[in-house]
Structure formats: structure tokens, C-alpha cells
């Protein structure tokens, strides 16, 4: 059985960081996709980072140079460094495996 655990969310003040983790269980971590989604209130689930098996990474315009998805492949961890952060990054954060797999979510709140 395929588990996802995400942690790292939080509170955090706008230009401040987080860094969200995606613990996996039941499947070989480094033979897949990995990527990070969000979902803001009222608004659809959107493709934040992705990151292939082969280390290509693609990532949101809104978030290309604040935000870093990687992976502890030893691990079987996978990370997004989120900095300078903004309200608009306001939402919960979603990993995804495989492209069939997902954690629960953890909550970004970005605030003064």
C-alpha cells in the first residue's frame, strides 16, 4: 500500500520560507514523477513543480526562482523550498507520485 506524508506546512510572514516534505512508503521513490499541487480556496488543484525520474524538474511561472522541488531518493523523501513567499502561494500544498498517488495536504498560510 502506497502512503504519502506531507509536513512542513505552517504560518509563515510574506518574503519568508517553508520547506514542505513528502515522506513515501510502498513504492520505490526515485523510478517516479514526483510533483507538488496546490489548491487556494475557491480555486482549482494547480500544478506547482514537478520532478522526473531522470532529474528534469518543471515549475509555475509564478514560482520559477522562489521555489525547489527535490528528493532524497535514499530517503524516499521529496522536498519543496519554497522562499520569498507570498500571499498569493496561500493554499494547501498536495504531493503526488506516480501521477495516481497523493498525500493529504498541508496548509501554507502566507501573512502578516
Known amino acids: 500500500q502506497v502512503q504519502l506524508v506531507e509536513s512542513g506546512g505552517g504560518l509563515v510572514q510574506p518574503g519568508g520560507s517553508l520547506r514542505l516534505s513528502c515522506t513515501a512508503s510502498?513504492?520505490?521513490?526515485?523510478?517516479?514523477?514526483m510533483e507538488w499541487y496546490r489548491q487556494a480556496p475557491g480555486k482549482q488543484r494547480e500544478l506547482v513543480a514537478g520532478l522526473a525520474s531522470d532529474g528534469t524538474t518543471t515549475y509555475k511561472d509564478s514560482v520559477k526562482g522562489r521555489f525547489t522541488i527535490s528528493r532524497d531518493n535514499a530517503g524516499n523523501t521529496g522536498y519543496l523550498q519554497m522562499t520569498n513567499l507570498k500571499p498569493e502561494d496561500t493554499a494547501v500544498y498536495y504531493c503526488?507520485?506516480?501521477?495516481?498517488?497523493w498525500g493529504q495536504g498541508t496548509q501554507v498560510t502566507v501573512s502578516s
Open positions: 503526488s507520485v506516480a501521477y495516481i498517488y
Open positions: 510502498g513504492i520505490i521513490f526515485g523510478d517516479s514523477v
